[in-house]
Nanobody
C-alpha cells in the first residue's frame, strides 16, 4: 500500500507559477511510475504529466507541454509538479497518483494509489 499526500495548491494570478508536491509513504521500496492528474468541475479527470522511477520517461498532456514540469526526488519519496505560465483554464483539483509498476501510462484507471487532491485556482 502507498499513501500519497499532496501540497502546494492555492490561488494564483494568470501568468504566475506554483509548485505542487506529493509525498509518498508506505511500500515505497518498489519502483513505480507516478503521475499528476487534474479534474475541473463537470469534467473528467485528465492526465497532466507522468514519469517513471528514473524520470527517464515522461509524458505530458499537450496543453501542458512547455509550461509544466514533473520531477521526483526518490530519496525523499516525493514527486513535484512545477507549473508556470498558469492560465484560468488550469483551475482544477490536482491529484497525485502512483501505479504498482514502473510503466508510464496515461489513463486514471491504470493507477492504483491516489492522493486526496489539492485545489489550484488561477484568476484572470
Amino acid at each position: 500500500q502507498v499513501h500519497l499526500v499532496e501540497s502546494g495548491g492555492g490561488l494564483v494570478q494568470a501568468g504566475g507559477s506554483l509548485r505542487l508536491s506529493c509525498a509518498a509513504s508506505g511500500r515505497t521500496s518498489r519502483h513505480y511510475a507516478m503521475a499528476w492528474f487534474r479534474q475541473a468541475p463537470g469534467k473528467e479527470r485528465e492526465l497532466v504529466a507522468a514519469c517513471n522511477w528514473s524520470s527517464a520517461t515522461t509524458n505530458y498532456a499537450d496543453s501542458m507541454k512547455g509550461r509544466f514540469t514533473i520531477s521526483r526526488d526518490n530519496a525523499k519519496n516525493t514527486v513535484y509538479l512545477q507549473m508556470n505560465s498558469l492560465k484560468p483554464e488550469d483551475t482544477a483539483v490536482y491529484y497525485c497518483a502512483a501505479r504498482g509498476t514502473d510503466v508510464v501510462l496515461t489513463t486514471p484507471g491504470e493507477y492504483n494509489y491516489w492522493g486526496q487532491g489539492t485545489q489550484v485556482t488561477v484568476s484572470s
